[in-house]
């Protein structure tokens, strides 16, 4: 079974600029998650998705953070325009359904701003 | 809100010593608990996890007990090794709520021979 792929593994942008991390969560998967792992810390909950549908986007700066998943599959993560606390990790992850069942991660995307 | 504690690190042991990690939770609901496990260079992937009150969840010589009246989920292993170096993340969801993970900042361990 393929498991969670992202692209790209790594970016390195200049501040003000804008940015796109891509997922694919695993075949089936209804539920998705974008997380933002900052270095030393948890990974902290940006956005949760079921289906195409927002679960909870409570934590997600939505000043210059943004996420789709068309079609309630492939999703996407921008930021416009990013600001130097935003380098971390980008980690997406999958799950069968929300009811508390284990999520499958990606290997994430490490965002370096400058 | 529901929240994760975990033990700060860095752990340093040697091999064939005796781990603990500890995990305090507090939550509002019927949680899962999880251990999250990062190897250097590697994505997150599940350890063990428990549901309920009382559940063991064991995995790779691991083990956590889901303790309800201390609100505790502590990562146990009786030996060991030096590909046990890693991060370790404890969780938590919300089964009837549906919510996303939670996690503790990590764990650090690092093993030597």
């Known amino acids: 079974e393929a498991g969670v792929a992202q692209s790209p593994r790594y970016k390195i942008i200049e501040k003000r600029q804008s940015v796109a991390f891509w997922c694919n969560p695993i075949?089936?998967?209804?539920?998705l998650y974008w997380y933002q792992q900052i270095l030393g810390q948890g990974p902290k909950l940006l956005i949760q998705f079921q289906n195409n549908g927002v679960v909870d986007d409570s934590q997600l700066p939505k000043d210059r953070f943004s996420a789709e998943r068309l079609k309630g599959v492939d999703s996407t993560l921008k930021i416009q325009p990013a600001k130097l606390e935003d380098s971390a990790v980008y980690l997406c992850?999958?799950?069968?359904?929300?009811?508390?069942?284990?999520?499958?991660f990606g290997q994430g995307t490490r965002l370096t701003v400058v | 809100g529901n929240s994760v504690t975990q033990m700060e690190g860095p752990v340093t042991l040697s091999e064939e010593a005796f781990l603990t990690i500890n995990c305090t939770y507090t939550?509002?609901?019927?949680?899962?608990l999880f251990w999250y496990v990062q190897y250097p260079g590697e994505g997150l992937q599940l350890l063990l996890k428990a549901t309920k009150a009382d559940d063991k969840g064991s995995n790779k010589g691991f083990e956590a007990t889901y303790r309800k009246e201390t609100t505790s989920f502590h990562l146990e292993k009786g030996s060991v090794q030096v590909s046990d170096s890693a991060v370790y993340f404890c969780a938590l969801s919300d089964r009837q709520a549906g919510t996303a993970l939670i996690f503790g900042k990590g764990t650090t361990l690092s093993v030597s021979s």
């Open positions: 939550a509002t609901g019927y949680p899962s």
């Open positions: 075949s089936g998967h209804a539920t």
């Open positions: 992850a999958s799950s069968p359904d929300r009811t508390g069942t284990e999520a499958f």
